[in-house]
């Protein structure tokens, strides 16, 4: 699924907007956790696995030109480094945690941090990217 869609849905962050196609990627991931939860239905597996499918097919083409939204022609080799080595910790870790808790748990921790998640993002998204480029700009620069 993400190998099939993931040109057309980065096409529809550039012509949409990155805002908004993130706060749908945030519903999206969160139904789909949520289905899985509950994965004892299997067309609420299915659906689970689907939706997490179709979030991946929207962040993953988004990842790169987000960093590329909020980073500076001199910090952009930095960030984007950064990024990626945030984005491996976490799948790392994920990993490591799903060995030592049960399934549904985990489910239960990838809810609560999507949810942490946006309520991080959601004030930078608010205040703007070319905000959120000055004042990582001022930060790392």
């Not at 980065?10 to 289905?35: H, P, Q, T």
């Not at 950064?82 to 994920?94: P, R």
């Amino acid at each position: 699924m993400p190998v099939l869609l993931s040109y057309g849905l980065g096409k529809l962050s550039d012509v949409r907007g990155r805002k908004a196609l993130l706060l749908v990627a945030f519903l999206i991931s969160f139904l789909g956790l949520v289905a899985l939860y509950f994965y004892h239905n299997v067309i609420l597996l299915i659906v689970g696995v689907l939706l997490v499918a179709l979030y991946y097919s929207i962040v993953r083409p988004m990842t790169l030109a987000l960093v590329g939204d909020v980073s500076t022609k001199e910090n952009l080799e930095y960030l984007t480094s950064f990024f990626w080595m945030i984005q491996n910790v976490g799948v790392v870790s994920a990993l490591i945690l799903s060995t030592f808790i049960q399934t549904k748990a985990v489910y239960l921790v990838s809810i609560a941090t999507l949810s942490l998640c946006l309520l991080i993002v959601f004030p930078l998204l608010k205040a703007g990217f070319q905000q959120v480029k000055l004042r990582i700009a001022l930060e790392v620069g």
